[in-house]
């Protein structure tokens, strides 16, 4: 959260680190590195675990890879060539010891897979009257990290800015490429195509996700469709960050059966590392990644190696002036969010209904930094069509395309200036939080539009 609503009625929580810097015990060079809980339980139960390495800025991906494979045979290096900041490889005991004490290493995390979080609520935080004021988003693009996009929508005619794919296959898991090319990874036009055979599963398109999510930030009124998206004149750069998994034991993980989609942490990362690259080609106003899973984290997880993983590369894009704009959760936690929303840099998004309450499934606390609607949302679906869908991923786009707006209305506010603006400008929406009287705003666009400096 780059800035936190206090709970009424009881202790404000300590003061935020500044937007874009890291907490210094995660600057300072302790030694070895942080190792992932998650991974070192895995480890016990398994002989080898897929692993994100990170490493301490300066030091050589190709060098520590290379003294991996020399390590043990029991691991392998799986990609060392998308990232100069981190890799994948398959550890073992033996080379997890030897890593513990590799001061080139900043962390060592298990590379999690993470579950798709899943009328129209433009009319609700009144981004149609922002609209029809000029501020649609023209300029500006949203990112949307997710499971790809239905390329020839008429939803989107016109303003699919580029494509990307980062979709990892692995034998173990029972994981396979979402990447049109059946590679690790894919850029340019097609490479986050959501109507690929690897999509279908019982004769139905399981890719729909980011389709819907892509429409609530970035959808433009045609004959059909329900209405606007929030900044139906931006840009949408789609990404697929998603694999598909046929290994029944995976999928029973989320409580569904397989074939099922999962998102590797690994690939989160490539996506957000291009997003950066891409930014100021651009002008990207926002992430928006409606994913995640664990928790409940009721405190901001930076220093948590079950749950940053995200971090730098949310850091490093508020620095450059984009909200990574992130899905709460639907585990209905009452005083805690999923990772990544925990991060402190993210902007955690939780759900309202149509009764402007809490969404009764949506992680919610002091955590939360806005809210928008998730309730019954129509947007578009695979197929050139439009469907309903509930849940804090829905909410999240809502923001992802309001920072657009802001983008365009105030072109010099910084990720935290927009931020505060959409929270004093909000409609204040008080529930309980683990017995806390607590209160987030539900965003507003029209008012946070209001007196803008920037010529339309």
Avoid at 86 to 101: G, N, P, S
Avoid at 330 to 337: A, D, I, R, S, Y
């Amino acid at each position: 959260m780059l800035l936190t609503t206090s709970a009424l009625h009881a202790e404000a929580p300590p003061p935020p680190s500044p937007v874009g810097t890291v907490p210094p015990s995660l600057h300072a060079d302790t030694g070895g590195p942080t190792i992932s809980p998650g991974l070192v339980a895995e480890l016990q139960a398994k002989s080898r675990v897929r692993s994100i390495i990170q490493l301490k800025p300066g030091q050589s991906v190709e060098a520590v890879a290379a003294d991996i494979e020399q390590s043990s045979e029991g691991s392998r290096v799986l990609e060392k060539a998308q990232s100069p900041h981190f890799f994948v490889a398959v550890l073992d005991d033996a080379t997890l010891a030897k890593l513990k004490r590799d001061k080139r290493v900043h962390a060592v995390y298990k590379d999690e897979l993470r579950w798709p979080s899943a009328g129209t609520g433009t009319t609700v935080i009144h981004s149609d009257k922002a609209n029809q004021a000029g501020w649609t988003g023209r300029g500006t693009t949203v990112a949307v990290l997710d499971t790809g996009i239905d390329r020839d929508h008429p939803y989107f005619a016109g303003r699919i800015a580029d494509e990307a794919c980062f979709s990892s296959s692995d034998a173990v898991d029972g994981t396979v490429s979402l990447c049109p090319n059946s590679q690790p990874s894919q850029t340019g036009a097609g490479s986050a195509d959501a109507e690929t055979a690897q999509c279908l599963v019982g004769g139905l398109n399981a890719c729909s996700h980011g389709t819907h999510v892509a429409g609530i930030a970035s959808g433009k009124m045609v004959a059909g469709a329900p209405a606007n998206g929030v900044a139906p004149e931006s840009r949408i750069l789609p990404i697929q960050v998603f694999s598909r998994v046929d290994n029944p034991m995976t999928c029973a993980t989320g409580g569904t059966r397989a074939p099922c989609l999962l998102s590797y942490t690994s690939d989160q990362k490539l996506a957000l590392e291009y997003v950066a690259r891409m930014v100021r080609m651009y002008n990207i106003a926002s992430v928006n990644m409606s994913l995640g899973g664990g928790g409940p984290y009721t405190s901001a997880c930076d220093t948590d190696a079950s749950a940053a993983a995200v971090k730098p590369e949310f850091d490093t894009l508020v620095s450059l002036g984009v909200a990574p704009v992130v899905a709460a959760g639907n585990n209905g936690f009452t005083n805690g969010l999923s990772a990544p929303a925990c991060i402190s840099t993210a902007v955690a998004v939780g759900a309202t209904d149509s009764s402007d309450a809490l969404a009764s499934f949506t992680n919610r606390g002091s955590l939360l930094d806005l809210l928008a609607p998730g309730v019954a949302i129509t947007s578009a679906v695979t197929g050139d069509a439009y469907g309903d869908k509930s849940g804090t991923s829905m909410a999240a786009p809502h923001v992802a395309g309001m920072f657009a707006l802001m983008k365009q209305a105030f072109p010099d506010f910084t990720v935290e200036q927009s931020l505060q603006r959409l929270q004093g400008t909000g409609r204040s929406i008080q529930y309980d939080a683990g017995g806390t009287l607590t209160a987030t705003p539900r965003i507003d666009a029209e008012r946070a539009t209001a007196d803008a400096r920037a010529t339309v």
